[in-house]
């Protein structure tokens, strides 16, 4: 690809993505805020002052960010929080509840309580010494208090419960705690661990909703046996997809879209929770990336990219990319923004009706 042609599909591209950067609601409905909940995928800063590796906080992260300034999101530029809350016209980005400068105005239209690390898996945040969804789940109430001060009782409520409410966890769990931690990998074979998974993840849904959540989505795993640290441990000498990955995360998947399924109708009677897939997207990403104007599927833009992420892709790594666009992945764990980009809107546009098939209650 010379580089004139490079440049113009990247022009184009962007034009695209911003021409429909508004999700098509029904009439009369609107999303007053988001809430972002789950690891690193969807982090936008909450670990910056952890006692955790688990950081991003740093060069070359944020390189393609506003301003190129490092916020603590594991990427070059925004991650699926920001494109999500951009796709829906709320704002520009989605702010990490943790982040000291964090003003009152951004309260009522949503924030982020994602915490790179974290897992369903209770043992999952404990071993990254991140925050665990139990906790996010306690700033979450912290926040509605603050909320009610600021804005009203009454419009809290309504602003909690026609908010979109999003939970993306479950890749650490597997990749790291199951197959790599003795306590659970020789106690549990994968159909009992992710049932653990499934039965934490419904927890979480039905808490959300007791708090006053009526619009949640849940992202599926992704197809994590292709992501360039997993080709690099577990691929052979060819770093070809781990497919025992890719099948766990299928499993879970499977089982957690089924679960909100009876969620949905046995205990919410209506449509409540809604299974967010971004497996197949991904993958046919993986499988097509030229149709997608990638050209690199199987390592990261940051030093070797094989398995440099979190401290270990600093600015003294060697060989980083000058330009992560045709890159699928921007590390060796987490997509670059235009794959982020790609994907959310995908998804989003795909399931964002879901949310208003029946009158919630």
């Not at 982020?112 to 991140?130: E, H, R």
């Not at 419960?161 to 990749?175: E, K, Q, R, W």
Request: a neutral charge; aromatic letters at 12%.
């Amino acid at each position: 690809m010379n580089n004139l042609f490079f440049f113009m599909f990247v022009y184009v591209d962007l034009i695209l993505s911003t021409a429909q950067a508004i999700v098509k609601l029904p009439n009369n409905v609107t999303i007053p805020g988001v809430f972002m909940f789950g690891d690193s995928i969807v982090d936008t800063g909450n670990n910056n002052n952890l006692t955790t590796l688990v950081k991003s906080n740093f060069l070359p992260y944020g390189r393609d960010f506003m301003g190129g300034l490092p916020t603590g999101r594991f990427g070059n530029g925004k991650v699926p929080s920001d494109l999500i809350v951009e796709d829906l016209g709320i704002k520009e980005l989605l702010p990490a509840y943790l982040d000291p400068c964090l003003q009152a105005e951004d309260l009522p239209t949503g924030v982020n309580f994602a915490s790179g690390g974290a897992g369903f898996d209770p043992l999952t945040s404990k071993l990254m010494l991140v925050i665990p969804l139990s906790e996010q789940l306690q700033l979450l109430k912290e926040y509605i208090e603050k909320l009610k001060k600021y804005v009203g009782e009454e419009r809290a409520s309504s602003i909690i419960s026609n908010s979109l409410f999003v939970v993306a966890a479950g890749s650490d769990d597997i990749v790291n705690t199951y197959y790599h931690t003795p306590a659970r990998f020789w106690k549990y074979d994968i159909y009992a661990y992710t049932d653990l998974m499934l039965t934490e993840a419904s927890a979480f849904v039905q808490k959300l909703y007791t708090l006053g959540a009526r619009r949640i989505g849940v992202i599926s795993v992704p197809p994590i046996g292709c992501i360039p640290a997993q080709r690099t441990l577990g691929g052979g000498p060819e770093r070809k997809c781990v497919e025992r990955y890719n099948e766990a995360a299928e499993l879970f998947n499977k089982k957690l879209s089924a679960e909100l399924d009876c969620l949905n109708s046995h205990q919410f009677h209506a449509t409540v929770a809604v299974f967010m897939d971004v497996y197949g997207p991904f993958l046919d990403i993986i499988h097509n990336p030229k149709k997608y104007g990638f050209e690199v599927i199987n390592r990261g833009c940051c030093g070797t990219g094989i398995i440099e992420v979190a401290a270990f892709c600093n600015q003294c790594s060697p060989n980083t990319c000058k330009n992560a666009t045709n890159y699928v992945f921007w590390d060796s764990y987490h997509p670059s923004e235009r794959a982020y980009r790609i994907i959310t809107h995908q998804v989003l546009h795909k399931s964002i009706q879901a949310f208003f098939h029946s009158q919630n209650k």
